[in-house]
């Protein structure tokens, strides 16, 4: 008795303790925000904080670097020849290449044969150019030492040695540059040592110097990057926070490689004020452009204020697309994936659960119009725009992001228009965005059930499958794509189509696939519960087919179960409907060997499933098939009905048969896919999703209802005592294993210290067989049952 | 994001099971089968490269883990451009790394002749290498086993609570048995290397020790001296200098390697490896300007970009940058490629060679295996 108590149920098909998903795992953005290109990509909208972590390393600041390190080279020095000496060598690969020199023909080492650059470096002459560039790197490799020996792992990082090499390291190359500073007399280098010594003297806070050498190379010559870096160190070492607002906002224009820096440290709220520090229109169109960027909510009227101020404000198109995605996540993440808008699980965690589900989804509702009408408003302005000529939007992309917020808006007609508007010369990811476009016009406009909308639909899915793994989440947003046109499918009932659309999109975290899923069920989700019969022949004629159509053969690529899962499903769902000559011929066609062998079956359909135990010492041995033991099924009640003399013992059997197939038993596997602990007292066991949906089905399962009524008709069949017995205690049995306590019970039980809880539950389940108890008494099976077990015999043992 | 706990479990229990999974190594035998490089810096092998491989019936990988330069800011060997295993997690775990659980991977590490110059200490650095080795054994193990939704496996038994669904993992694990070292050692760093190779062995008992060996090192044999080792890959390519603008081709010239070859046999057994890259050498005015990797016959040929000269010649038509050189018109490009027709008559000529058991290819490049028809020569080599 005492395993009856524990809980031991299976384990639970956990492939992890916990699951939790990021927004960014299945937030909706059905425009690429790519479509502005990649150099704003750290900032594209996210339900982190940002949408990467890696600032922009061949953006216009160091393009320009490039280019003024080849014009002091000459001798056609190529930028990047340059960039490949600057930028892309570690500090000790430049030391060995130095070291490793240039042969007797001119010809330099291995690492940079044929630059011009390096070449240029290895001349005497040039020694002075070469010693600045060590020192510089030199300077940068100190300042982001990591550890002082690569080989140890890193969490053995001595971090003070590496903060005294690093320090060392500085100390060294500061003071040869402070000497080179004073010596050297080319302008070109002289200048590039006064830069680093201002950078120095910021991080050594040293405002008086940092001034000096601003206001003396840097102040008067704005153009090359030099000063832009120079001005970008200013604003960390300006006392007027105005100020530095301001020329953070700056920077972030002028400076690619420091734009996460500019991002992190600008107070939107300071924003307004910092205007006074603006010179033109231009500048004051930065400054609120970094301030909507910071935006998470709604921005229009930012961008509306920038669009006044500056229609060349570069960041507007990284406005309006970040706007759109917005709009996608408010209105669609919820809605195709049923996660709600994405957010951050750390962050929220506590938030997301101290309301009922129902109280949220009121406020869903709620604020699913308010996104809708400003959706309108947003779509409204870029209307605005795409009428207009010039600016910082191209017309192409205006067309293209009109005409994709009339599609959120489900305007197709509208929609058209704009999309018909891009031209051929569009870039390619704009001309990439348009397949999606296409595609939402075909669910939008077209009936999708027929052959040659499915045609174009192959085509253009097989378009967006190709770019899917070229941008940032492009997967994701490929899944959801599928996932929406699944949806689409099984709206008109198309049930078939929808299966395979959404196999396609299984990696893609939705509501119902929150859980403990193994693959194997990951690939029958969802027809388990969902689907008839001819609904997997269906799937199975497809699978088929010989002559399948460009549409198909999308279809039937996606992920999918194996034709011996089908046909278990099959079976399974006639099994569930007690259509057990149906259930017989859908496993014969089954491998053998396959539930021996696969998935869970090998370990869970393995007990005699005529004996009720759940000792483990008694399991006896499951029949050689699912398609055996069925067919023992069929054969005990045809000869209950022909031969009545069998009618008790019969009926017994398959009592426990169908007792031992219900969630309690130990043969559950024959009718559900999962098992978990008290997924019988709740809708939804949080991250477990295998339960049945219909309450028919739930009755049968967990109330074990099949299994009592084929017992009653065993204990009406006879009056002997010892059947009777037999049946009852199996009732009490299973309603002490599927009991839920009430509130006052609940209540009460929280009252208690906490090892008094386990004898406040054994009482529960013990009171289930007090009846029982007191009614058979005299009989054999109740001595057998107590001398057994030791808990019963504790409470009702003579 | 699912999954995330497992993976410090499972990490925890895969850092126990590494230590006495090392010791149950199968026995080391002369290697048979089509074996390849694979010579990246991240490694991504996909369903479509396995189901070719399948079909090659590829066995093992040499996998490049990492290299080992000379860094003069610390004054120490350290290992440099590590084979970024792709952070196979992403969301989800990706099946790309996965594929290669099948084979047995041999880890490879390049040596940068330099460190050798310098006076290092054999067993510290072969103990600091191996260290790594395992650590990547075991991150690479743990990749290919099926610990997420892997719908190719779907239907074997659910993984982490049941010890034999570990299998592919610990398979994996046990099928590596060799480690090989890559250096173009000299006369002058010759012993450096030898006692570096030793030190190696002693460091991982039970472990295949095998080297590298260039045509130079082969065909110089005294000067170069035998490595000590269990045996040997003889690079069959890279036969002269890219830099120089007489040479005819650099990757492979059938007078130099009758050459090389004419001394045939070696007292260590060796595994012939064959080219299966190209570049271009590019040139202005007689001066060398920088490979053009995986430049071809087939990317020039019928290019308005290209005008032959010669065989294997072209020059430049206009001014281009081009593999990040700028290009002048009148330039030239030399084609470093050995063809199909001289790879296979390599495989036969090389077949004739008691001490070359086997062969292997460098590198892994699916359309050019196709090309060369990869599976023929293999089949005819067959020892």
Redesign the interface.
Known sequence: MIVFLGLLLPLPFANACGISYIGEDYRVALLNPYVIGDEYSAFFYSAEWLNSYENDKKGGDRKRNCEAWAAYAGSGVTASEVRAVLYDTPYDDLLNAVSEGVDANGVNSQRFSGNAFFQFLMKKEKRAALDYLLLAKGYEQFSSLESTDPWADYWATDSEKVMSESERGKKDVKSKMNKQFKLVKDPFLKRRYAYQLLVMSRYDSNAERFEQLYAEHFRADKKDALSAWATFHRAAIVEDSLEANYLLALSFRDCPEKRIYCYQHFKKDLAIRSLAYCKNNEEKAMVMALAALRNPGRALSQIEEIQSLDVNCPLLPLLLVRETNKLEDWLLTDEVTGMGTAFYPEENMDEKWEWSTDQWAEYRKLNKQKDGQYLAQVRQFVVGVASQKGGALSGDLANLLVGHLFLMEKKGKDAEKYLQSISIKATPQVTEQQATEQLLMLMNKSDITRPEVKAELAELLGKLGKIKDKYRRGDRDFWVITLILSQEYQQKGDLLTAFFLHNHSLELPTFQRNDYGTAYYELIRFLDWTATEKDIDNILALLEKKDKTAFERYLTAAPLPSRNALLDLRGTISFRKNDLPAAVSAFEKVDKDFWKTKYEFRYHLVSDPFTVSRDSLKRGVFPASKAEFVKRLIDLENEAKSNPSKLTNNYFMLGTAWLNCSYVGKTWMMFSYGNSVMENEMERWFNYSYQPTSKEMKDIYYGANRAFEYFDKAKASTKEKEVHAKVDYLRAWHQSLSYKLTQAEEDEMHSLDWDKQGAFLLDKEMSYFREWAKAYKSTGYYKDRVTTCPVLATYYGE | ??????LA?VLGLTVLLSASLLRKKETVKTPSGCSFYYWKTSLSFDKAEKALADSLGLKRLYLRYFDV??????EMP???GKLDLGNNYN??FNQVVAHIGDYQVIPTIYLVN?VFEKNINADTLAA?IS??IA?YNVDLSYQTAD?????E??????????PDSLMPYTQFQNRINEIQLDCDWTPKTRDRYFKFLKAMKKANPGMAISCTVRLHQFRDREQAGIPPADRGTLMCYNMAAP?DFATRDAVFDEALVNGYLKNGEYPLALEAALPLFSWGA?F?EN?????AAGLSEKDVKGNPLFAPVSEGKYRFTQDT?FA???MRQGDLVRLDEASPEEVAALAGQLSKIKAVKNISFFDWNPSRIREYHVHEICKKFGR
């Open positions: 994001m699912k999954k995330a706990l497992l479990v330069d000379w860094s003069p800011t610390l350290v290992p440099v969301g989800s330099r600091q260290r790594k650590g610990w997420g939704n892997n719908y496996r779907a239907e074997e038994p659910s993984v982490w609570y049941l830099k590019l202005h001066q060398f300007k920088g490979l940058v990040n050189a700028y």
